[in-house]
């Protein structure tokens, strides 16, 4: 039997009965498994009748080995009868217990709160336009060109800027070689201010093999405390130099770098490619818009441990990005002088804001009775394991197994819900230009210069 009554917000009290029978059962039980660790003079080891164990060391020996196999089953079944939906792990207290009575505990447990729905069906909203322009699918190619550059190594000639220049050298103070002041084989890209000031430029008209001293000044704000605004002298010899030669963008370049057999033809795929990445980001934008504006209009209360779940999840996904660029978060909290806490913290707002649209698309789901198929499902399964070469059955089992198959009937109930809420949504069409990160991303990505030797740069 159970009671239940909301006794705050967004949490709730169960009063749960156990029934004397099944407490009795629960307690043989019990002693089956306590008896077998016991040992009194006068009886084999798990052979001491209950009787004599309970006299002995009390009956909440075994009461508290029933108890935990009759809680979480009955927890279980009053959380089904009642239809509440848990957020948290419950806090449990014992209200009755005693020799042939029915067995009574409760448990406050938070749970899923309740979405105040605003207006969902037909939001007013911008969408940018954005048309691809000849400049933009040359500046592309262009990008593309320099992915293919040539380095040649010049022979007869001087540095140049724009050059790199491969370099031994030594920095002196007072006549005295200084810590961290040299390398060898270290290329250096001529004009890329990597260098203290005055360094790149006196090198330039230098030729290979040549040696020169360079006089230059840290400047007064320089890392090093004691390098700052100090004048020093650098002994550098020119090993080699290199500059880059860029492919025509001709016909040949086109088969080089694609299957196209003509420049035309991969200028024209080009612009294809640039136009569904802008439509596919101005989709995107669409669908954060209007998934805003819904969760705007919406009143719900954010329970802190779903915050909590939220922010995990977003460090694990941190992590993942980490490890796939090299790096620990140990390594990367060192380099930063930050602590856990203060990356909870930072993506604390954000998490709360994701928990809000999750309640309020959720909600949404529940009154649109949005439902994903099984064959969506299985489409969805079938194209993982296509994707990894694996048979869909197998892989199918193991989600199964896993717990995964709800997980992606979750997404896909998502994804339809936000299809559905922009399908509704009134829609302005807005002019626009390309996204400024995308000709970000086409500004000339130079080769990063190696360090052959040495440790700190002059930089």
């Known amino acids: 039997m159970v009671k239940w009554e909301k006794i705050d917000q967004n949490k709730v009290e169960l009063e749960i009965e156990v029934e004397e029978p099944v407490v009795a059962q629960a307690l043989e039980r019990a ?14 080891k798990g052979k001491v009748p209950r009787a004599i164990l309970e006299n002995r060391f009390g009956a909440e020996i075994l009461y508290e080995e029933a108890l935990e196999e009759i809680v979480p089953e009955a927890y279980r079944g009053a959380v089904e009868e009642t239809g509440i939906k848990p957020i948290d792990q419950p806090q449990i207290s014992l209200v009755q217990m005693g020799k042939g009575k029915p067995f009574i505990f409760k448990a406050v447990v938070e749970v899923k709160p309740e979405v105040t729905l605003g207006a ?41 800027q724009g050059d790199l220049a491969v370099i031994d050298f030594t920095g002196f ?9 040299s390398a060898e084989n270290y290329s250096l890209e001529i004009g890329s201010g990597s260098f203290i000031p005055g360094f790149e430029e006196q090198l330039i008209g230098m030729r290979t093999g040549e040696e020169k001293e360079l006089k230059v000044t840290f400047p007064g704000d320089y890392h090093l405390a004691e390098l700052a605004g100090r004048p020093a002298v650098y002994k550098v010899n020119l090993k080699e130099i290199k500059r880059r030669e860029y492919p025509e963008l001709n016909d040949d370049f086109a088969r080089e770098v694609s299957d196209f057999g003509t420049m035309a033809e991969l200028r024209e795929d080009f612009k294809n490619r640039l136009v569904k990445t802008e439509e596919n980001r101005a989709r995107t934008e669409l669908e954060e818009k209007v998934v805003e504006a819904v969760v705007a209009g919406s009143e719900v209360y954010i329970p802190e441990p779903m915050v909590e779940r939220e922010i995990d999840r977003m460090m694990v996904d941190m992590e993942q990005y980490l490890r796939i660029q090299g790096m620990s978060m140990e390594r990367f909290l060192e380099f930063t002088g930050r602590k856990i806490a203060d990356l909870r913290a930072e993506k604390r707002e954000e998490a709360a804001r994701r928990v809000k649209a999750n309640l309020v698309l959720d909600a949404i789901i529940q009154k649109e009775g949005i439902m994903a198929l099984d064959a969506e499902v299985d489409e969805q399964v079938t194209r993982f394991a296509e994707g990894y070469k694996q048979d869909p059955e197998k892989v199918r089992e193991h989600f199964d197994k896993q717990g995964q198959l709800n997980v992606i009937r979750e997404e896909i109930k998502m994804r339809k819900v936000i299809d559905f809420l922009v399908s509704e949504a009134k829609i302005t069409k807005v002019p626009a230009t390309i996204a400024e990160d995308t000709k970000e991303r086409q500004e000339d990505p130079h080769e990063p210069c190696s360090n052959g030797g040495g440790t700190d740069q002059p930089r």
């Not at 002693?31 to 084999?44: A, E, I």
């Not at 007013?124 to 400049?135: G, M, P, S």
């Not at 103070?173 to 002041?181: H, L, Q, R, T």
């Open 173 to 181: 103070m007072d006549g005295e070689p200084f810590a961290g002041g």
């Open 120 to 160: 969902y069906r037909g939001v007013e909203v911008e969408q940018k336009t954005v048309e691809i322009t000849d400049e933009q699918v040359e500046a592309g190619l262009s990008q593309l060109q320099k992915q293919h550059v040539r380095l040649n190594v010049v022979t007869d000639g001087v540095l140049e």
């Open 31 to 44: 002693y089956k498994k306590v008896v077998k660790k016991v040992s009194l003079p006068g009886f084999r």
